[in-house]
């Protein structure tokens, strides 16, 4: 039975088995690789997607439960990349392997589309659950103010040099 969804806002469908989890239908049969995987067990955040806005953990995800939702991966939060969140994590360098960081992301997106001026404990407690084996933290936090001063009308470097 095909399974329908809005991917990236784009409707799409896919014949396979219902129980299948999300992330592997995103990598293997719509070929959306950017959503890595970590764990399989929902606990490093690695294949966070947003579901009607909501982050969620991919891995965990029967594909039959998102029939009808929007779902967004890395590549549709913008495929440019010109949302603020991946200009800031291009500012200040945040990746160092970078394995996790699609999923550093679309937690820092979700939070930034409920809450346009977090503090540092607004920011712990939306990345709890995004493990990074590199340890970016810090920099992490301190590219999601960086997003928030850009979403401000500051430019990268401008926002960047204001902290």
């Given at each position: 039975?095909?399974?329908?969804?809005?991917?990236?806002?784009?409707?799409?469908?896919?014949?396979?088995?219902?129980?299948?989890?999300?992330?592997?239908?995103?990598?293997?049969?719509?070929?959306?690789?950017?959503?890595?995987?970590?764990?399989?067990?929902?606990?490093?955040?690695?294949?966070?997607?947003?579901?009607?806005?909501?982050?969620?953990?991919?891995?965990?995800?029967?594909?039959?439960?998102?029939?009808?939702?929007?779902?967004?991966?890395?590549?549709?939060?913008?495929?440019?990349?010109?949302?603020?969140?991946?200009?800031?994590?291009?500012?200040?360098?945040?990746?160092?392997?970078?394995?996790?960081?699609?999923?550093?992301?679309?937690?820092?997106?979700?939070?930034l589309a409920k809450n346009s001026n977090p503090t540092d404990a607004d920011?712990?407690?939306?990345?709890?659950?995004?493990?990074?084996?590199?340890?970016?933290?810090?920099?992490?936090?301190?590219?999601?103010?960086l997003a928030v001063r850009m979403l401000n009308g500051s430019s990268p470097?401008?926002?960047?040099?204001?902290?």
């Open positions: 039975m095909a399974i329908t969804m809005t991917l990236n806002g784009k409707a799409v469908s896919v014949d396979v088995p219902q129980n299948m989890p999300l992330l592997w239908v995103l990598r293997d049969e719509l070929e959306m690789c950017g959503t890595k995987f970590g764990c399989g067990i929902g606990q490093c955040g690695a294949c966070t997607v947003h579901q009607d806005g909501q982050p969620i953990r991919s891995c965990l995800t029967p594909v039959a439960s998102v029939a009808g939702k929007k779902i967004t991966t890395i590549e549709g939060l913008s495929p440019e990349g010109a949302h603020a969140l991946q200009k800031a994590w291009m500012e200040l360098d945040v990746p160092q392997c970078g394995y996790c960081q699609a999923g550093q992301l679309m937690s820092a997106a979700a939070l920011i712990e407690n939306a990345m709890d659950g995004n493990l990074c084996r590199c340890g970016t933290y810090i920099r992490i936090k301190k590219a999601v103010h470097s401008e926002a960047n040099n204001n902290e």
